[in-house]
């Protein structure tokens, strides 16, 4: 078979298991499977594929007809101007969580040493993106889940960064540390109901304990801001992450706090996804 012929015919099996993306995943697993990248396939499409590689990209093929995410089944997942490595025990990155490395960027002058906490910081990406820009800080970051944090420590590794963040596994509940000058956090934040309407690529697949944030959704996100409250230094910075319809609540929650909000910024679909909050309470 050559990859056009094969990308066709993995193409018809997504299709009739409703993947949408169905094109771009087969070009993606092809060029895993064959370790060429998907521009290096598109322009040589009357290239042969030996019998080994039909198998491997049916093999795979098989995993993405079940709904298993694509970023799994490749091991990588590119955000901001990087790629992670990823596994089935941490959040996929997603485009809209890159809202909280720009500001972040923003409050971090260049040359400028800071000392930077990431709450659940899962495959680190957040944290890692920050730090490749921001040579002069110094980071910890810490999440529940063991396995998530060893994909983040792989990733730090990968980043050389491995001298610069310090990683615990620990709920954000019991940390207690010096102060910050800025926190980042990406919490669990879906609530009960929407929990089970989300895509069977994410309901079946990334971690519950990444995406549960209790019935009403805020469990986390008061714990993160409550804590935080404490963990900041004067005029510190909190950007936190939120879901759609979060923003007045959580608002609420940063104002009995002691935050001041600067800025909520909105997602590219023009969804509220990210508060800057300032501590002003000393
Ligand atoms: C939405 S994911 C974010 C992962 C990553 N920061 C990102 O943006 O892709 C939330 C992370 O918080 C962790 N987490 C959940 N509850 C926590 C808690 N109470 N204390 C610390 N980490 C927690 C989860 O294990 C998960 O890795």
């Known amino acids: 078979m050559n990859y056009q012929e094969i990308l066709n015919k993995g193409s018809q099996i997504l299709r009739a298991h409703n993947v949408k993306t169905s094109n771009l995943d087969c070009e993606l697993i092809l060029s895993k499977v064959i370790n060429k990248t998907r521009e290096e396939i598109l322009i040589n499409l009357n290239n042969k594929i030996t019998k080994n590689q039909e198998s491997d990209f049916i093999f795979y093929l098989n995993k993405r007809k079940k709904k298993n995410p694509v970023s ?15 596994n089935e025990s941490a959040l996929i990155p997603r485009p809209e969580s890159e ?17 930077i906490l990431d709450i659940g910081t899962g495959s680190g990406c957040l944290i890692i993106s920050l730090l490749n820009e921001r040579e002069n800080c110094l980071a910890t ?31 954000i509940d019991k940390f207690h540390s010096n102060k910050y000058d800025l926190i980042i956090s990406n919490p669990p934040y879906i609530n009960s109901v929407d929990l089970n309407r989300l895509d ?7 971690p519950r304990i990444a995406l549960y944030g209790g019935i009403t959704g805020f469990d986390e996100i008061k714990k993160i801001i409550e804590k935080s409250s404490d963990l900041l230094k004067y005029n ?47």
């Open 72 to 86: 799994y089944i490749l091991g990588y997942k590119s955000f901001w101007k990087y790629r992670f490595y990823i």
């Open 99 to 115: 809202h909280i490395v720009e500001q972040a960027l923003k409050c971090v002058p260049f040359g400028r040493s800071m000392n």
């Open 141 to 171: 970051a810490i999440d529940i889940s063991k396995d998530a944090l060893k994909v983040a420590k792989f990733n730090a590794k990968l980043h050389h960064l491995e001298n610069k963040i310090k990683f615990f596994n620990i709920d």
């Open 200 to 206: 069977d690529d994410v309901r079946l697949y990334e």
């Open 236 to 282: 510190g910075k909190l950007i936190i992450e939120i879901g759609d319809k979060q923003k007045n609540y959580t608002r609420k929650i940063l104002l009995n706090n002691g935050f001041y909000v600067s800025k909520i910024c909105k997602d590219f679909s023009g969804k509220d996804r990210c508060l800057v909050s300032t501590k002003i309470n000393k």
